[in-house]
T-cell receptor, first 111, second 113 residues
């Protein structure tokens, strides 16, 4: 399948600041996207998802933005906390419920 | 129960051994998956089972053999593995239509010696 990639491998933010993690995807036929958080020694944890008929979706402290024109996805985390430190993956669902992951971004929160 | 349970959590095996990884979910999900994740890399899809039938095999070597005995259980049988097969093996299940979002287990950390 086509690849899903991330612009920044590592992001360091100060506690309390907002974080923005970006993702570029190349399969224009994808219509469903998911953000996952993975902490050390654990499996990926679902954060938020968005369908291609939407351009924004909000959760608790998190917002996902989808720009289909430039095939770009972003995850915004408000008031970043030390517990947000993890690796964040975007993923797109391809035909047959096949979930393809992007490269990942490490988020480090400085206290 | 909203979890995917994987056992064992850690496994060390020799290249001539035969072992199995187990995955269990009781959420009524009808699609189950095996992923392989190397350090500092994203999970890579290996197998997909849909309604207990193998629907996707991502050209995985035959030394990995999946099995889905029932809708709640997924196994991965391992035989004659290589050291480069050492990785975190993740199981996931997918909810029904209209309720997307995979649920992942915590994985089995496999080391082949």
């Amino acid at each position: 399948g086509e690849s899903v990639g991330l612009h920044l491998p590592t992001l360091s933010v100060q506690e309390g600041d907002n974080s923005i993690i970006n993702c570029a995807y190349s399969n224009s036929a994808s219509d469903y996207f998911i953000w996952y958080k993975q902490e050390s020694g654990k499996g990926p944890q679902f954060i938020i998802d968005i369908r291609s008929n939407m351009d924004k979706r909000q959760g608790q402290r998190v917002t996902v933005l989808l720009n289909k024109t430039v095939k770009h996805l972003s995850l915004q985390i408000a008031a970043t906390q030390p517990g947000d430190s993890a690796v964040y993956f975007c993923a797109e669902m391809e035909y047959g419920n096949k979930l393809v992951f992007g490269a990942g971004t490490i988020l480090r929160v400085k206290s | 129960d909203t979890e995917v349970t994987q056992t064992p959590k850690h496994l060390v095996m020799g290249m001539t051994n035969k072992k199995s990884l187990k995955c269990e979910q009781h959420m009524g999900h009808r699609a189950m998956y095996w992923y392989k994740q190397k350090a500092k890399k994203p999970p890579e899809l290996m197998f997909v089972y849909s309604y207990e039938k193998l629907s996707i095999n991502e050209s995985v070597p035959s030394r990995f053999s999946p099995e889905c005995p029932n809708s709640s259980l997924l196994n991965l049988h391992l035989h004659a593995l290589q050291p480069e097969d050492s990785a975190l093996y993740l199981c996931a299940s997918l909810g029904p239509q209209g309720s997307y979002g995979y649920t992942f287990g915590s994985g089995t950390r496999l080391t082949v010696v």
